[in-house]
């Protein structure tokens, strides 16, 4: 097919913004991951911009030093992965049980998911909650309170409806199969791609979180990874206040030099995991994202 002069430009058009998109993404991370292995000096001068200059990983190393660090991995680790599992518990049976037409009181239910994304009971309804359910200060508190997003729910159920032939529901039926069943030994097996889109969904989601912790956590040992990181930058800058009281111009300028390196460090530590992690489920994402686009 011959491409005539105004699709030419289209495209190149296209390919210019695209290129500009990749560019105003790919910088800031690029100068994060510089910014934290560069001297402080250069990079607060300004005369880093993209590539590290006089590499060093001293802020790596104050990191990584504190034992809270080690402790925050564990417990961030932890509340993921029962967390997306509590998620996904909830969120696949809901959603394709409100695919099901034949569902007894469908419009009621829907009802009154989407009126909670309008109204919330807010933070002191919801701490009186979970203290009266027991679990201040223990690992439920970081799980039970999110354990379903209804915005995830219509995105999977849009998913059973859109993909899932009912034909295929309805001869699993003939041939004696439960609702359960179907579900688990049909359903969920053709039900990779949003699997893995609403894991990243709520694995992020967790592996971000620190308001739970912060209002529902006292004890050190339960607190997540992000909670420590603010600790450490909430400490760098405090010894940085406090030697600004003094006299010894050549210590502070030191403390706030250690106090630049470790908030670059400290983006890098937490979102690594992430970044390492996303590629394998990337092929999946994209396939969930286009749920509903097209339909036959």
């Known amino acids: 097919m011959n491409e005539t002069?105004?699709?030419?430009?289209?495209?190149?058009?296209?390919k210019l913004l695209v290129w500009f998109f990749i560019i105003i993404i790919t910088y800031p991370l690029i100068y994060i991951i510089s910014a934290s292995i560069s001297d402080p000096s250069y990079v607060n001068s300004g005369k880093m911009w993209l590539l590290p200059k006089d590499i060093t990983f001293e802020g790596f190393k104050r990191v990584f030093q504190s034992k809270?660090?080690?402790?925050?991995?564990r417990n961030t680790i932890f509340y993921t992965l029962l967390g997306t599992f509590i998620n996904l518990a909830v969120t696949l049976p809901c959603a394709y049980a409100l695919a099901r037409q034949e569902l007894v009181g469908k419009g009621f239910i829907m009802g009154l998911l989407i009126f909670t994304m309008f109204f919330d009971?807010?933070?002191?309804?919801?701490?009186?909650?979970?203290r009266d359910l027991?679990?201040?200060n223990t690992i439920w508190a970081m799980v039970i309170p999110s354990a379903a997003s209804v915005w995830n729910i219509i995105v999977t159920?849009?998913?059973f409806k859109v993909t899932i032939p009912r034909g295929l529901e309805e001869a699993a039926e003939v041939d004696g199969a439960s609702v359960f069943r179907t579900f688990f030994q049909i359903v969920l097996p053709l039900s990779a791609p949003i699997i893995a889109v609403m894991s990243l969904f709520y694995g992020v989601g967790h592996w971000n979180s620190y308001f739970n912790g912060?209002?529902?956590?006292?004890?050190?040992?339960?607190?997540?990874?992000?909670?420590?990181?603010?600790?450490?930058l909430i400490q760098q800058q405090m010894t940085t206040e406090l030697m600004m009281q003094g006299t010894d111009i050549q210590a502070i300028g030191e403390q706030a030099r250690i106090?630049?390196?470790v908030k670059y460090a400290v983006m890098i530590v937490s979102a690594a995991p992430l970044l390492i992690i996303y590629p394998f489920l990337q092929r999946f994402?994209?396939?969930?994202?286009?749920?509903?686009?097209i339909k036959e």
């Open 5 to 14: 002069k105004s699709d030419k430009i289209f495209d190149i058009c296209n």
């Open 68 to 73: 809270d660090i080690w402790i925050g991995y």
């Open 121 to 130: 009971g807010g933070l002191i309804p919801t701490y009186l909650l979970v």
């Open 134 to 136: 027991g679990m201040i």
């Open 157 to 159: 159920m849009t998913f």
């Open 214 to 232: 912060l209002i529902f956590l006292s004890d050190r040992e339960l607190f997540p990874l992000q909670l420590f990181l603010r600790d450490i």
């Open 259 to 261: 106090a630049s390196i």
């Open 285 to 293: 994402f994209l396939k969930g994202v286009m749920i509903g686009s």
